[in-house]
Structures are given as structure tokens and as C-alpha cells.
């Protein structure tokens, strides 16, 4: 069991997704999670917050092994009009609600919302971390906008700290950890080649500088692995964990099917 509240979660009744569709619901949970501060929470590290369409539900608090589940009625309205920030404070009500419940302190709370306010719920950040090529001329950093998907970006800054290029690389689906698994190092080849390594230390792209060219490299796949060349082809095809590219993706399910892989050879009948 953690000692600190460490992951939010929102999850909603299939009748309120046309409701929430366009709203912050998508980021908001992931938003929260990433600005928020340690909070002591008596050893849960996890809060699921479950937005319902029953009155009679609202707080209703179930308690898991490291758990907490509270659900949060969410009126339907028939005006098509959004209330700004509706989502986002019906949240943050139910956390204060949880901290005044089990004697949480509210300051590390109160601190996110006031933060996200001023952000006005646009999650978009720099990585923290970024690094200057041999010669000390360019600085390549990661940004990252988070709305119903998660873009990355290669950003070059020259010498004055001007950003010269952004260069989107990938696009993944919210999720926990999502956007920490790509994460892992950035090093530059030579004074215009830089590469992200994922945190898996295997995995990387590369972005070279001059052509714009960028590329990724599934350690699995290019070791000729076909389950590996499946699940590249996947990634390819489906434009989740990379740019969709069907060519890239028939390539590498093709080169799969030959190796006999099952999964591959299906996908294959089907087209």
C-alpha cells in the first residue's frame, strides 16, 4: 500500500458519454494527477472517480484494498451550452470531500485546482528534461499536448533559446503510464541527428534535424522477432503508439505472416 495519493481515474455511465464528449473529461483526471503535489491519503494511492446519472449515488464511497472509489452525480442537461470547468470542479468537490472524510490535508488539493484554473485546462507541458547537441548550438526538448489524445513533439531551440522546429513524432491513447513509457532519455547521435529512448531503454525515435525525417525503432521487430513484427504493424495500422502509416504497417505484417505467425496470417485473409 502507498503512503501517497498517486493516480485519479475518471470513469462515467455509458448514457453520459455523449454529455462529456467534447468536455475536459477526457485529460482532467491525467491533468490532476500530473500537477498534483504529495498528498498523505492513509494508504490509498488511487482514486476512481465514477461520474453517475443517479442523484442518489452522489459520494457514494466504496473502499478497495489501496482503492477509492466514490461515485459523482453528474446532472444531465438538455442545453448543448458547456458550463466552463464543470467537470474539473465536480472532481475537485469529491476530492476535498475524500480529504475531509479521511482527514487528508486539503492545501496539496486545492494547490492543483488552483494551478489548472490558471492553465485554463490546457495540458500542454515541456518534458523537464532536455539536452544541447555536441557543438552546443541546438537544444532538443519534448512537448506534449494531452486533449482526447496524447501528441508528442521533437522541439530544437537554438543558441537564444528560440524554438526552430516542432516536430511531431507520435501520438498514443490516455492511459495510465502512457505517456511515462515514452519517456526515457534524449541523445543526440551527432550535431543534428537526436534520438528518444522510451523507458523501456529498447525503443526509440529518431528525428534527424536537417531532413525532418523521423523514425522509430522497435528492438523486437528489427531483431526479425515476428510477434514483435506483428505488434509494430498494429502500432502502424491503427495510429495508436505511432503516426498511422498503412504502408509501414502492411510491411511489417507481411514480413510477420512469412515467418508464419498466426495472428499476422489472419490479419492478412481478412484484407
Not at 541523445?187 to 529512448?197: E, G, M
Amino acid at each position: 500500500m502507498g503512503k501517497y495519493l498517486k493516480h485519479i481515474s475518471l470513469q462515467c455511465e455509458e448514457i453520459l458519454i455523449p454529455q462529456l464528449r467534447g468536455t475536459e473529461f477526457s485529460f482532467i483526471g491525467s491533468m490532476y494527477e500530473f500537477y498534483l503535489k504529495k498528498v498523505e491519503a492513509n494508504g490509498y494511492s488511487k482514486v476512481i472517480l465514477s461520474f453517475s446519472s443517479h442523484s442518489e449515488n452522489h459520494y457514494k464511497i466504496t473502499e478497495l484494498i489501496d482503492i477509492i472509489q466514490v461515485q459523482i452525480y453528474y446532472e444531465v442537461k438538455t442545453t448543448e451550452i458547456q458550463e466552463e470547468n464543470r467537470v474539473l470542479n465536480l472532481m475537485h468537490e469529491a476530492l476535498i470531500h475524500l480529504a475531509e472524510t479521511y482527514s487528508w490535508k486539503q492545501s496539496a488539493l486545492q494547490e492543483t485546482y488552483n494551478s489548472i484554473i490558471l492553465k485554463e485546462s490546457k495540458f500542454h507541458e515541456y518534458w523537464k528534461k532536455s539536452k544541447f547537441n555536441r557543438n552546443r548550438n541546438l537544444k532538443c526538448s519534448i512537448y506534449w499536448e494531452f486533449d482526447n489524445e496524447i501528441k508528442l513533439y521533437f522541439t530544437i531551440h537554438n543558441q537564444e533559446d528560440e524554438s526552430t522546429i516542432k516536430q511531431l513524432f507520435t501520438i498514443i491513447s490516455p492511459g495510465l503510464g502512457a505517456l511515462e513509457d515514452c519517456l526515457g532519455e534524449i541523445k543526440w547521435i551527432n550535431n543534428w541527428v537526436v534520438i528518444l529512448i522510451k523507458k523501456n531503454s529498447l525503443d526509440f525515435w529518431k528525428f534527424n534535424t536537417k531532413s525532418g525525417e523521423v523514425s522509430f525503432h522497435f528492438e523486437r521487430a528489427e531483431k526479425g522477432d515476428a510477434h514483435g513484427q506483428y505488434d509494430l504493424a498494429i502500432k502502424y495500422l491503427t495510429g495508436n503508439g505511432l503516426i498511422k502509416n498503412s504502408g509501414l504497417g502492411m510491411y511489417y505484417m507481411k514480413k510477420s505472416a512469412t515467418q508464419n505467425y498466426s495472428r499476422a496470417i489472419k490479419y492478412l485473409s481478412h484484407e
